[in-house]
Protein backbone atom coordinates (compact mmCIF):
# COMPACT_ATOMS: atom_id res chain seq x y z
CA UNK A 1 0.00 0.00 0.00
CA UNK A 2 1.47 3.49 -0.83
CA UNK A 3 2.35 5.55 1.99
CA UNK A 4 -0.35 8.30 2.80
CA UNK A 5 0.79 11.83 3.13
CA UNK A 6 -0.36 14.61 5.08
CA UNK A 7 1.10 17.95 3.99
CA UNK A 8 0.02 21.59 6.45
CA UNK A 9 0.30 24.59 5.29
CA UNK A 10 0.68 27.88 7.62
CA UNK A 11 0.69 31.27 6.39
CA UNK A 12 3.67 31.95 8.75
CA UNK A 13 6.65 29.51 8.34
CA UNK A 14 6.72 26.03 9.50
CA UNK A 15 7.16 24.10 11.29
CA UNK A 16 4.57 25.17 13.90
CA UNK A 17 5.73 23.70 16.73
CA UNK A 18 2.80 24.44 18.58
CA UNK A 19 0.52 23.15 16.41
CA UNK A 20 2.30 20.25 15.16
CA UNK A 21 1.80 18.38 18.44
CA UNK A 22 -1.98 18.30 18.15
CA UNK A 23 -1.82 17.24 14.75
CA UNK A 24 0.47 14.52 16.04
CA UNK A 25 -1.63 13.65 18.47
CA UNK A 26 -4.67 12.68 16.48
CA UNK A 27 -3.04 11.82 12.80
CA UNK A 28 -2.12 8.17 13.02
CA UNK A 29 1.98 7.99 12.88
CA UNK A 30 2.04 5.47 9.66
CA UNK A 31 1.24 8.99 7.42
CA UNK A 32 4.22 11.18 6.61
CA UNK A 33 3.85 14.64 6.97
CA UNK A 34 5.28 17.56 5.25
CA UNK A 35 4.68 20.55 6.76
CA UNK A 36 4.85 24.43 4.42
CA UNK A 37 4.61 27.85 5.47
CA UNK A 38 4.34 30.72 2.22
CA UNK A 39 6.55 32.64 3.94
CA UNK A 40 9.06 30.02 4.28
CA UNK A 41 12.61 31.46 3.20
CA UNK A 42 11.61 35.44 3.31
CA UNK A 43 13.24 37.88 4.89
CA UNK A 44 11.28 40.69 7.29
CA UNK A 45 11.56 42.96 3.87
CA UNK A 46 10.10 40.09 1.64
CA UNK A 47 7.42 39.50 3.90
CA UNK A 48 6.56 43.19 4.26
CA UNK A 49 6.61 43.98 0.57
CA UNK A 50 4.58 41.50 -0.48
CA UNK A 51 1.93 40.51 2.19
CA UNK A 52 1.70 42.76 4.94
CA UNK A 53 -1.73 44.24 5.78
CA UNK A 54 -2.48 47.59 4.87
CA UNK A 55 -4.64 50.31 6.61
CA UNK A 56 -8.40 49.14 6.73
CA UNK A 57 -7.35 45.38 4.81
CA UNK A 58 -8.52 42.32 5.96
CA UNK A 59 -5.95 41.22 8.25
CA UNK A 60 -4.81 37.59 9.25
CA UNK A 61 -1.88 36.99 12.21
CA UNK A 62 0.38 34.69 12.48
CA UNK A 63 4.32 34.61 14.38
CA UNK A 64 7.45 33.98 12.73
CA UNK A 65 9.99 31.40 13.46
CA UNK A 66 12.17 34.11 15.17
CA UNK A 67 8.90 35.37 17.50
CA UNK A 68 7.98 38.17 15.33
CA UNK A 69 4.05 38.38 15.15
CA UNK A 70 3.43 39.81 11.55
CA UNK A 71 -0.40 41.04 10.30
CA UNK A 72 -0.78 39.85 6.75
CA UNK A 73 -3.20 41.19 4.28
CA UNK A 74 -5.76 38.30 3.70
CA UNK A 75 -6.33 39.21 -0.13
CA UNK A 76 -2.55 39.37 -0.50
CA UNK A 77 -1.69 36.32 1.13
CA UNK A 78 -4.28 34.36 -1.08
CA UNK A 79 -2.02 34.00 -3.86
CA UNK A 80 0.94 33.09 -1.80
CA UNK A 81 -1.69 29.85 -0.66
CA UNK A 82 -2.63 28.69 -4.08
CA UNK A 83 1.25 28.99 -4.90
CA UNK A 84 1.87 27.26 -1.60
CA UNK A 85 -0.97 24.17 -2.14
CA UNK A 86 0.22 23.89 -5.71
CA UNK A 87 3.50 22.50 -4.69
CA UNK A 88 2.22 20.56 -1.14
CA UNK A 89 0.49 18.75 -4.55
CA UNK A 90 3.25 18.35 -6.55
CA UNK A 91 5.36 16.46 -3.37
CA UNK A 92 2.10 13.77 -3.58
CA UNK A 93 -0.10 15.11 -0.85
CA UNK A 94 -2.87 13.51 -0.55
CA UNK A 95 -4.49 15.51 1.99
CA UNK A 96 -3.50 19.18 2.91
CA UNK A 97 -4.96 21.09 5.92
CA UNK A 98 -5.19 24.87 5.78
CA UNK A 99 -3.13 26.06 9.39
CA UNK A 100 -5.32 29.24 9.31
CA UNK A 101 -8.87 30.14 10.53
CA UNK A 102 -8.88 32.62 7.76
CA UNK A 103 -11.84 32.75 5.28
CA UNK A 104 -10.17 32.20 1.20
CA UNK A 105 -13.11 32.40 -0.49
CA UNK A 106 -12.31 29.52 -4.19
CA UNK A 107 -9.51 27.55 -2.85
CA UNK A 108 -8.99 24.56 -4.36
CA UNK A 109 -6.29 21.18 -5.04
CA UNK A 110 -7.09 19.47 -8.40
CA UNK A 111 -6.32 15.63 -6.61
CA UNK A 112 -5.19 16.19 -2.69
CA UNK A 113 -8.23 16.51 -0.55
CA UNK A 114 -8.13 20.10 0.88
CA UNK A 115 -9.03 20.65 4.57
CA UNK A 116 -10.09 24.58 5.17
CA UNK A 117 -10.82 25.29 9.28
CA UNK A 118 -13.51 27.48 8.26
CA UNK A 119 -15.61 25.34 6.35
CA UNK A 120 -15.14 22.39 8.67
CA UNK A 121 -15.28 24.23 12.28
CA UNK A 122 -18.47 26.65 11.83
CA UNK A 123 -20.76 23.58 11.36
CA UNK A 124 -19.02 21.68 13.81
CA UNK A 125 -19.65 24.31 16.10
CA UNK A 126 -22.94 24.63 15.50
CA UNK A 127 -24.06 21.05 16.01
CA UNK A 128 -22.57 21.08 19.12
CA UNK A 129 -23.20 24.50 20.59
CA UNK A 130 -27.11 24.52 19.21
CA UNK A 131 -29.04 27.53 20.53
CA UNK A 132 -26.87 28.10 23.54
CA UNK A 133 -24.41 31.56 23.14
CA UNK A 134 -21.36 31.24 21.76
CA UNK A 135 -18.47 33.36 22.87
CA UNK A 136 -15.39 33.60 20.30
CA UNK A 137 -12.22 35.10 20.63
CA UNK A 138 -10.48 35.68 17.82
CA UNK A 139 -6.27 37.25 17.93
CA UNK A 140 -6.68 40.76 16.46
CA UNK A 141 -10.16 43.05 17.03
CA UNK A 142 -10.52 43.76 13.51
CA UNK A 143 -11.28 40.14 12.63
CA UNK A 144 -14.59 40.84 14.58
CA UNK A 145 -15.61 41.97 11.27
CA UNK A 146 -14.08 40.51 8.71
CA UNK A 147 -14.56 37.10 9.75
CA UNK A 148 -17.96 37.65 11.29
CA UNK A 149 -19.33 35.67 8.07
CA UNK A 150 -18.25 32.49 8.12
CA UNK A 151 -20.09 32.20 11.61
CA UNK A 152 -23.94 32.40 9.72
CA UNK A 153 -24.64 29.03 10.58
CA UNK A 154 -25.31 29.51 14.32
CA UNK A 155 -28.63 29.69 15.42
CA UNK A 156 -27.44 32.48 17.33
CA UNK A 157 -25.12 34.90 16.40
CA UNK A 158 -21.99 35.00 18.74
CA UNK A 159 -20.29 37.42 20.69
CA UNK A 160 -16.49 38.37 20.45
CA UNK A 161 -13.93 39.39 22.56
CA UNK A 162 -9.75 39.62 20.96
CA UNK A 163 -6.90 37.85 22.93
CA UNK A 164 -3.59 37.15 20.94
CA UNK A 165 -1.85 33.76 21.02
CA UNK A 166 1.57 35.27 20.57
CA UNK A 167 1.61 38.51 23.28
CA UNK A 168 3.35 37.94 26.81
CA UNK A 169 0.88 38.30 28.39
CA UNK A 170 -1.74 36.05 26.41
CA UNK A 171 -2.62 34.06 29.27
CA UNK A 172 -4.32 36.82 31.30
CA UNK A 173 -5.59 38.77 28.37
CA UNK A 174 -7.20 35.42 27.04
CA UNK A 175 -8.43 35.04 30.96
CA UNK A 176 -10.07 39.16 30.52
CA UNK A 177 -10.93 38.12 26.86
CA UNK A 178 -12.63 35.04 28.46
CA UNK A 179 -14.43 36.43 31.46
CA UNK A 180 -16.06 39.77 29.74
CA UNK A 181 -18.15 36.91 27.39
CA UNK A 182 -18.89 35.30 29.98
CA UNK A 183 -20.38 37.90 31.74
CA UNK A 184 -22.18 39.06 28.42
CA UNK A 185 -23.88 35.27 28.46
CA UNK A 186 -21.82 33.32 26.74
CA UNK A 187 -21.84 29.37 27.78
CA UNK A 188 -19.02 28.28 25.57
CA UNK A 189 -15.70 29.89 24.11
CA UNK A 190 -14.14 28.50 21.03
CA UNK A 191 -10.51 29.94 20.47
CA UNK A 192 -10.59 31.22 16.65
CA UNK A 193 -6.63 31.35 15.68
CA UNK A 194 -4.26 28.28 15.16
CA UNK A 195 -1.49 29.97 17.65
CA UNK A 196 -3.81 28.61 20.50
CA UNK A 197 -3.12 25.85 21.77
CA UNK A 198 -3.96 23.33 25.24
CA UNK A 199 -1.80 26.10 27.24
CA UNK A 200 -4.41 28.89 26.44
CA UNK A 201 -7.63 26.15 26.78
CA UNK A 202 -5.66 25.50 31.02
CA UNK A 203 -6.11 29.65 30.91
CA UNK A 204 -9.63 29.78 30.84
CA UNK A 205 -10.11 26.83 33.31
CA UNK A 206 -11.09 28.87 36.05
CA UNK A 207 -14.41 30.09 34.12
CA UNK A 208 -15.58 26.75 34.25
CA UNK A 209 -17.01 26.69 30.87
CA UNK A 210 -16.35 24.63 27.65
CA UNK A 211 -13.53 25.55 25.77
CA UNK A 212 -13.21 24.49 21.98
CA UNK A 213 -9.57 24.56 20.21
CA UNK A 214 -9.77 25.24 16.55
CA UNK A 215 -6.73 23.27 15.62
CA UNK A 216 -7.65 20.24 17.21
CA UNK A 217 -11.54 20.49 15.70
CA UNK A 218 -9.47 20.81 12.41
CA UNK A 219 -7.14 18.26 13.22
CA UNK A 220 -9.76 15.48 14.35
CA UNK A 221 -11.12 16.05 10.92
CA UNK A 222 -8.11 15.47 8.83
CA UNK A 223 -7.16 12.40 11.30
CA UNK A 224 -10.99 10.93 10.16
CA UNK A 225 -9.48 11.24 6.82
CA UNK A 226 -6.46 9.11 7.29
CA UNK A 227 -7.76 6.75 9.29
CA UNK A 228 -7.12 7.96 12.81
Request: negative net charge.
Amino acid sequence: MRERVLGTLTIGQAPRADVVPIIDRHVPPEVHRIHRGVLDGLSHGEIEARYMAGSGEAALVTRLQDGRVVELSRRRMREGVEDALAALEAEGCDVILLLCTGTFDGLECKKAWLVEPDHVIPGMVAGIVERRQLGIIVPIASQIGSESGKWRSLPRPPIFASASPYSGDTEAALLRAGAELKASGAEAILLDCIGFTERHRAALLPLEMPVILSNAVAAKAVAELLGG
